[in-house]
T-cell receptor, first 116, second 109 residues
């Protein structure tokens, strides 16, 4: 198993540009999520999905869109990049977020995004 | 509001010098407390999940314990390869993890 994969590993954008961060998992996990990690702020949830066709907002959703057309893929779209979106982005997945005894979340290697 | 606070922010140990990292939490209806290790430039790597007060789990030089208000990550006789940032997290009322800001551990030879 490859686990959770993310592409690209690094990206530089200009203000106003759009792009999609890719995330895929091969563990047949229902639950997937996107976090951003900033110095001094810890990991913060952007969007999450509890299954194909179902998405919801996390703590910091503004400026980002997601969709979940398959179990495997959960792309994150930046509609019009801003310098405040400079961060490291992590995708994570787990078997279920609904068990009552929470399952381990597996994290991808991250995408380092710089917006100029 | 659910909160997770880790201390200290940074810790420097000499090889072999044991110590503990603290994670205090305020959450109603704990559904697990997670410990992760994060190396520079990489994603968090799962270490432990604890579900009830009094529970303990061990992995090599690491032992995690849980009380009703906090968790400790004990590091016994650490080695330089244990240097990393250690994160703790609890599930929030929804479907995601609330992370603490982490403890950055440096173990020197």
């Amino acid at each position: 198993n490859a686990g959770v994969t993310q592409t690209p590993k690094f990206q530089v954008l200009k203000t106003g540009q759009s792009m999609t961060l890719q995330c895929a998992q091969d563990m047949n996990h229902e639950y997937m999520s996107w976090y951003r990690q900033d110095p001094g702020m810890g990991l913060r949830l952007i969007h999450y999905s509890v299954g194909a066709g179902i998405t919801d907002q996390g703590e910091v959703p503004n400026g980002y869109n997601v969709s979940r057309s398959t179990t495997e893929d959960f792309p994150l779209r930046l509609l019009s990049a801003a310098p405040s979106q400079t961060s490291v982005y992590f995708c994570a997945s787990s078997y279920s977020g609904l068990s009552g005894r929470e399952d381990e979340q597996f994290f991808g290697p991250g995408t380092r995004l710089t917006v100029l | 509001e659910d909160q997770v606070t880790q201390s200290p922010e940074a810790l420097r140990l000499q090889e072999g010098e044991s110590s503990s990292l603290n994670c205090s939490y305020t959450v109603s209806g704990l559904r697990g407390l997670f410990w992760y290790r994060q190396d520079p430039g990489k994603g968090p790597e799962f270490l432990f999940t604890l579900y009830s007060a009094g529970e303990e789990k061990e992995k090599e030089r690491l032992k995690a314990t849980l009380t009703k208000k906090e968790s400790f990550l004990h590091i016994t006789a650490p080695k330089p390869e244990d240097s990393a940032t250690y994160l703790c997290a609890v599930p929030n009322s929804g479907y995601a993890l609330n992370f603490g800001k982490g403890t950055s551990l440096l173990v020197t030879p």
